[in-house]
């Protein structure tokens, strides 16, 4: 059984839906498991990231998703503090040769939400990844996937803490894609 790791904050639960999306398209593939991680308040103290148990549940899987809002061009604080916590893994090569990928959510159409996915494709290569992103061309098929044609991982656009169907498919597609990638490449 592949373990497919769903690691994201989420402000104000669109981010959430998001990674619910995600999971999702984990559990289609049989021989997936989905790890749902999410960072929340109580594991944030004086700016740092505390959380061993989420860690030690990442370096089980074979695969780690990455969510996060973007905030002025970047992941989260919160998300931050997590990847700042990472580096002891970094250190020890833990999460080496794992498929990583990603996605993100903002209000406005484009507000560098491909900086948030660049960051977390940075942090999955420092830890010795393999990024998977999106193999749909932008406003993909009927259903329209993929609408603002991001290939790096997942890029939605909330409105009034409300998602658009098809960023949730597009998402659900992500896990489904990484599924089926960690059968295929990892041991």
Request: hydrophobic fraction near 45%; include cysteine; aromatic fraction near 8%.
């Amino acid at each position: 059984m592949k373990k497919i790791a769903v690691v994201f904050h989420s402000a104000n639960g669109t981010t959430r839906q998001l990674a619910e999306a995600v999971a999702a398209g984990v559990e289609q593939i049989a021989a997936a498991e989905v790890i749902q991680a999410e960072i929340t308040a109580a594991d944030i103290s004086a700016g740092r990231f505390y959380n061993d148990s989420l860690l030690n549940r990442l370096d089980s899987a074979d695969a780690i998703v990455f969510g996060s809002p973007t905030y002025m061009g970047s992941v989260s604080a919160q998300f931050k503090a997590f990847a700042d916590a990472s580096s002891e893994r970094w250190e020890a090569q833990l999460w080496r040769n794992k498929l990583a990928a990603g996605f993100t959510i903002g209000s406005n159409l484009n507000g560098d939400q491909l900086a948030t996915l660049q960051y977390m494709q940075i942090l999955a290569s420092q830890h010795g990844m393999l990024w998977v992103g999106l193999d749909l061309p932008g406003n993909s098929g009927a259903k329209g996937l993929n609408r603002l044609g991001a290939q790096s991982g997942v890029i939605a656009q909330s409105v009034d803490a409300g998602l658009c169907d098809s960023d949730l498919l597009t998402a659900r597609y992500l896990g489904l894609r990484v599924a089926r990638l960690s059968i295929t490449f990892t041991s």
